[in-house]
């Protein structure tokens, strides 16, 4: 999430009430989690486990719960609670501002588009040409969507990110600052749920296809001209490659990446990232000959054991 105007890390610090490690006029462009972060942004960090890497990271402004020593050309902000200052700045940056029409007089629709009765679309949100968006469709604040998309009853785009961190007292939420973007030629059919991201954007790629009851996560990117069946569900922070078919009721877990081309048989689990250009199945999903030879060899297990019985 980058900032309407740049900001001071002297700035930031006064918002947050807290203190900071750095030239007073350092540079500050926006916000962003691990995973998306750029020169300017500030990431944040409260375990020591992911000191080092976000350290390391892009990022040149790290929030942190402890003062540690400040790579070159970095600066840092010292909280005593991070995850709670990270929302912090979300609220102050892009609060969320409650709607006051069906259809939000700052959103922009192209030419040619059909909106259905009963539709809602939140602020600041941008319609292509030739789009067709069904009854009950939500469309939250922010949301771009390229031109000729289809969009079918039930579906949301941009419901908030399943993020949250587990105090001793509650799970606390971490707010989702982001947006989704659909681009040209994307059909999402009925019922489906596509979350924000968390400080960037879920984003759905020119000419891919989207059955009814699909669930995408937070911050996921999938690429150009790829299938989705019905009932699938992607977690936060994965990417599918252009051209990758899942079918029916497969998941995927976080943080993975599909390769090109791959396809994904119905029910599988996918648990780690795979090469493109092979076929899997199975839980964990794996490549469809080794799935094929360990249920071959599986099979021969009561044979074997009858074998050895007579042997006694």
């Not at 309407?4 to 916000?31: H, K, S, W």
């Not at 699938?232 to 009721?249: A, H, M, P």
């Not at 080794?290 to 099979?299: G, M, T, V």
């Amino acid at each position: 999430m980058k900032f309407y105007t740049p900001q001071t890390i002297e700035g930031i610090a006064r918002i947050l009430n807290c203190d900071y490690i750095g030239d007073a006029e350092f540079p500050v462009l926006g916000m962003n989690e691990i995973h998306m972060v750029a020169s300017g942004d500030i990431v944040f960090v409260d375990h020591p486990k992911y000191y080092d890497k976000a350290l390391a990271s892009k990022a040149t402004i790290i929030l942190i719960n402890k003062e540690v020593s400040c790579p070159d050309g970095k600066s840092l902000l010292i909280s005593d609670d991070p995850f709670r200052d990270f929302n912090k700045l979300t609220n102050h940056f892009n609060p969320f501002i409650a709607a006051t029409a069906t259809i939000s007089i700052s959103a922009i629709i192209g030419n040619n588009t059909v909106l259905q009765p009963n539709v809602f679309i939140g602020n600041n949100v941008q319609i292509g040409n030739d789009c067709i968006i069904h009854s009950n469709v939500c469309i939250y604040d922010n949301a771009i969507i390229g031109n000729n998309v289809t969009i079918h009853s039930g579906t949301i785009l941009g419901a908030d990110a399943f993020y949250y961190k587990n105090r001793p007292e509650k799970f606390d939420k971490l707010l989702s600052g982001g947006n989704v973007v659909i681009e040209d030629q994307v059909d999402i059919g009925a019922l489906c749920t596509i979350d924000k991201g968390v400080t960037a954007s879920t984003t759905i790629g020119k000419g891919s296809k989207i059955d009814n009851q699909v669930h995408i996560g937070h911050d996921t990117v999938i690429g150009k001209r790829c299938l989705i069946a019905s009932q699938v569900g992607i977690s936060g922070c994965v990417i599918i490659e252009d051209f990758v078919t899942i079918w029916g009721q497969a998941g995927v877990t976080s943080g993975v990446t599909i390769g090109e081309k791959a396809v994904i048989s119905a029910q599988s689990g996918v648990s780690k990232s795979l090469e493109g250009h092979k076929s899997y199945f199975g839980t964990p999903a794996d490549d469809f000959r080794k799935k094929y030879k360990e249920i071959a060899a599986i099979r021969l297990i009561p044979e074997i054991m009858d074998k050895l019985d007579k042997l006694k």
